[in-house]
């Protein structure tokens, strides 16, 4: 395994759920000397420093500013999603059939839901404890599998292998007891008669993390894939990933790389990790929010600069959103533009749609054809066949909400939105390489 593989494995295994991404995110920042600023208060910025933000504990945005005035050389900057498709755990979850106990979910996001079953689940979120001061808030990982969602063995459904379609109210409630369940207990749960304290999950979580059942207050849980990434296949060349949430923390762990490495320039660079893109992006952290613009603008202002010299960046400003790209599947070529799909192992893919599922436009694919160029790296284009409409991303999104150009681009990706996904490592490479060279682009236009 490479080292960027390595690195990129670590955290992922880290990254179970979108908090636990935005705090490592966090950590790395801290660690390569970001400073840590909050929303409420004043802000003195130095021009050439780094320094990060972060909203509703799943979305961080990180930027340096620029040594020359902001509203002359405006900004360019990177954005992601922490947020990955995942079963999330409904409030009053427990569900008891004769000594079973279930935990009932919703479904987060588009996903591809046959994977979810007869695997070992783990489970991560946040614990809200009761404390002095209010609520306090732990990330917390099982770190173990704790559950799964059996199917119906194949004598009881010999069509099972025709598809299946799950009802994720009836089927995908996740079996974590089959022993000594208390059914009364888990019955005033569901009703909403019991509190969180009084849960399974809570006496589970409480016990990992060595606090009282009854401190806690509040659950935020989803389940995830118990198993982590791993990376199989030749060192270097034709090394495969396969790990759950690729899509997008490996977005998020090229740009946090590139961020990272890059040096200060006359422009103000930005590196946004956004939340909640997989259902909208439509909150305080997704892309649809005030979240970017409003950073971009204290920056303007903690620069002294004017409300026009805002004005006077955007348009010289430039936007790259890292989202996977759809990579072509040998076993279904009638699903693909042969001509434009991305192949695994030829770099990254800049992605065009004329409905505008992607933010890319001529001059923009050009642009990134150029710094893929600069860098050293081979580049690709993809565009779904004219009979399918592809999915969309944040760039489409920050690009209307900032009013800046933007180019969508991803690294080939098998298998969107399973439970595992796939990409090639020396492609996570090349996207780190191409965009280690877009920071250091002193001037967009
Ligand atoms: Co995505």
Redesign the pocket.
């Given at each position: 395994m490479t080292d960027t593989t390595k690195s990129l494995c670590d955290f992922l295994d880290a990254s179970p759920t979108p908090y636990h991404a935005a705090d490592n995110i966090k950590a790395y920042l801290a660690a390569h000397g970001a400073i840590q600023l909050d929303e409420r208060d004043a802000w003195n910025l130095e021009p050439g420093a780094a320094y990060f933000v972060t909203r509703g504990s799943s979305a961080v945005v990180a930027f340096r500013p620029g040594l020359r005035p902001f509203g002359a050389e405006g900004f360019i900057m990177a954005g992601?999603?922490t947020d990955?498709p995942c079963l999330k755990i409904r409030r009053g979850a427990e569900r008891a059939a004769r000594s079973m106990l279930r935990i009932a979910v919703e479904v987060y996001g588009g996903a591809i839901l046959s994977g979810w079953l007869d695997r070992p689940l783990a489970l991560a979120g946040r614990v809200f404890l009761r404390g002095e001061g209010g609520l306090r808030e732990l990330l917390y990982s099982s770190g173990r599998p704790v559950g799964v969602i059996p199917n119906l063995p194949i004598h009881l459904n010999r069509e099972i292998n025709k598809g299946i379609e799950y009802n994720p109210h009836q089927h995908l409630p996740v079996l974590v007891e089959t022993a000594g369940i208390d059914t009364k207990a888990a019955a005033a749960a569901q009703a909403g008669g019991a509190g969180d304290g009084d849960s399974w999950l809570a006496r589970l979580a409480a016990a990992d993390l060595g606090v009282s059942p009854e401190a806690v207050a509040a659950l935020d849980l989803s389940f995830v894939d118990a198993q982590g990434a791993v990376a199989f296949g030749r060192d270097g060349a034709g090394e495969l990933v396969n790990s759950p949430r690729l899509?997008?923390l490996a977005?998020c762990h090229a740009i946090l790389e590139a961020f990272g490495a890059a040096l200060p320039t006359s422009r103000t660079q930005a590196a946004c990790f956004l939340d909640a893109?997989?259902v909208g992006s439509m909150t305080a952290q997704g892309a649809d929010s005030s979240f970017v613009r409003d950073m971009l603008a204290r920056i303007n202002l903690s620069m002294n600069g004017t409300a026009e010299d805002f004005y006077r960046a955007v348009p010289r400003s430039l936007c790259v959103s890292v989202?996977?790209a759809q990579a072509w599947n040998p076993a279904y070529p009638e699903k693909f533009d042969e001509g434009f799909s991305p192949l695994l192992g030829k770099g990254p893919a800049v992605k065009m749609n004329a409905n505008q599922r992607y933010a890319t436009d001529a001059l923009t694919a050009d642009r990134f054809a150029e710094t893929c160029r600069c860098a050293g790296v081979p580049f690709q284009t993809y565009m779904s066949r004219a009979d399918i409409q592809p999915?969309t991303?944040i760039g489409p999104i920050s690009s209307s909400r900032l009013g800046v150009r933007t180019i969508d681009v991803?690294h080939p990706l098998l298998a969107?939105h399973a439970i595992r996904e796939t990409i090639e490592g020396s492609d996570h490479r090349a996207m780190i390489g191409a965009l280690k060279e877009f920071f250091k682009e002193a001037q967009a236009s």
């Open positions: 992601a999603h990955s899509d997008d977005g893109e997989e989202d996977g999915g991303t991803g969107m």
